[in-house]
């Protein structure tokens, strides 16, 4: 039996945070890979071994071209107790876990973080010297969501430190200029972008894109990653499309890439006109209606708190800004993914937005 892991309370907590920082930072030569992706005003360098979150980091992002400008970088330190030198996680102490003060907690020393007790897998993140740490118990010690989107919270915790955000929508766009589409699980948003894709629409991200609110509303593409449930997979054909595809991904989906079922390039950016709350209507033809903001904030603003750590309030702020400044629709989804392509395609070059 190994010694007893020490237990983190809220009372801790910094000392913790700062305590696996230095310890993954001091460590640097125990990596033996070293991952550098230029994303969109930043350059990521994640430390790590090889394995399965090194392979997820080598295809999951969408680099930005080599001879764009960058405006920053921040490093990651991926590292587990199999690594001399890193001790084991620590585990949550008797405290209830409440990820809002844990969240307040960390912010209040000037740091971010986050925890997953099934694993007690950590991560944290100083924004003032833009570098983070995330600590497992093994190598393959990480949530099952972590490959589709990997390092998205440290990613998260930087961006906002610009005043960007990862949003929770899909993209969908025609000579540069796009809607985003804003809902729950479920509701048509991932279907619609591949229904996009397939019949010659480009889109920067279906799960989480980069909102950038000066100037407009910009939306820039940050993984690359497409997923269908295997209703979806069947309805759009991508069995037959597809050369080959991965087993179900922890949700039951089919995790492929945008470059897998569209070849062109990918766009840098996309200048968003409208939002859209996607509603699949089971009627044959689509339709868009305006929506009220409330209605669009309720369908933009939870998932894309509830699923980032930290930054609540300054969520709400980002999205309550995003919302007003773009018309809003309600998007009834048809049954045919030409057709719903078709009415989104009409709808920008219309102008409308």
Known sequence: ?????????????????????????????????????????????????????????????????????????????????????????ATWGNQLYIPHAFATRLAEAGLR???????????????ER???????????????????????????????????????????????????????GGAGKSGTVVAGLLNGLDSVGDDYVLIDLNDGVTAYPLF???????????RLGLKQRLKSYDPLNWQGKHQFRVDDIAARPIPASLDIAALMVPHISGNLESSIVPVSRKDAMIALAPSGISQMPGERESGFRFFSQLTSLLPCYRLSLGTQPAEIAATVSDFLARGDA
């Not at 350059?43 to 090889?50: I, K, N, Q, R």
């Not at 973080?113 to 924004?127: A, T």
């Not at 919270?153 to 899909?170: I, K, P, Q, S, V």
């Open 1 to 89: 039996m190994g010694a007893p892991r020490q237990q983190i309370t809220l009372e801790s907590l910094p000392d913790y945070a700062r305590h696996v920082l230095a310890v993954a930072e001091s460590r640097a030569a125990s990596y033996p890979l070293t991952s550098q992706i230029k994303l969109p005003r930043l350059e990521l360098t994640a430390h790590l071994g090889p394995g399965a979150l090194a392979d997820a980091i080598g295809n999951a992002f969408v680099p930005v071209r080599a001879d764009e400008a960058e405006a920053g970088a921040c490093g990651v330190f991926i590292t587990h107790a199999g690594i001399e030198g890193i001790p084991a996680p």
């Open 113 to 127: 973080g986050s925890y997953f007790h099934d694993l007690d897998f950590w991560q944290f993140y100083d924004p």
């Open 130 to 184: 833009h570098v983070g740490a995330q600590l497992m118990m093994s190598a393959d010690g990480f949530p099952p969501w972590e490959p589709g989107a990997p390092l998205r919270a440290f990613l998260h915790w930087e961006y906002a430190a610009r005043g960007m955000r990862l949003t929770h929508a899909g993209t969908l766009g025609l000579n540069g200029k796009g809607i985003l589409l804003a809902g729950s």
């Open 224 to 234: 690359a990653t497409l997923k269908q449930d295997p209703r979806g997979f069947a």
